[in-house]
């Protein structure tokens, strides 16, 4: 994961120099302000494309407001407070492992999974990470399923946890 860090902490400084140079300090000052882009017109030439609708700021569209407000900027912070849907099995499994997230001791806990149920063990794994960081013992959040899993089984599981799945899979681990 470290190349992965490297590459989008290059992103970002690239993002903050563009920004920089039209004159903004972060990404919400620039949200909404179509004002700042431009149209190469040598490269125009060689792809034309039809940008004004993309260049054009969204209160002077020819129907904006028509539904609501307009607005161009952040209005609230994003919510991310309970993104586990009730009774899927990755909400079933943080409630089932509260212990070992308290404690750090090991356990054990058997359910049954279904195609419904996408990315099983993220959300478990986000808090094993945020308690323990790396340091949860190999296999102390182990969880036996059976059933047929979802998209992303497994994808984002961290060290601690061991999740054995009886049955089918989507995914190719």
């Not at 149209?39 to 125009?44: A, L």
């Amino acid at each position: 994961p470290e190349h992965v860090v490297n590459y989008l902490m290059l992103v970002a400084e690239e993002a903050r120099t563009l920004m920089s140079k039209l004159g903004f300090r972060s990404i919400d000052e620039i949200v909404g302000r179509a004002d700042v882009l431009s149209i190469d017109p040598e490269k125009m030439d060689k792809a034309p494309l039809e940008f004004n609708k993309l260049l054009t700021a969204a209160h002077k569209m020819k129907d904006a407001g028509s539904i609501g407000k307009v607005e161009s900027h952040k209005l609230y912070p994003q919510d991310h407070s309970n993104i586990l849907a009730n009774g899927s099995v990755t909400a079933k499994l943080v409630a089932l492992f509260e212990e070992t997230l308290a404690s750090g001791q090991p356990s054990q806990c058997n359910l049954e999974v279904n195609n419904l149920d996408r990315s099983v063990g993220t959300a478990l794994s986000f808090r094993v990470y945020h308690a323990f960081g790396n340091e949860l013992a190999a296999g102390a959040c182990h969880a036996k399923l059976s059933g047929t899993s979802g998209q992303s089984f497994g994808a984002f599981v961290g060290r601690g946890i061991l999740l054995e799945l009886e049955g089918d899979s989507q995914d190719y681990f």
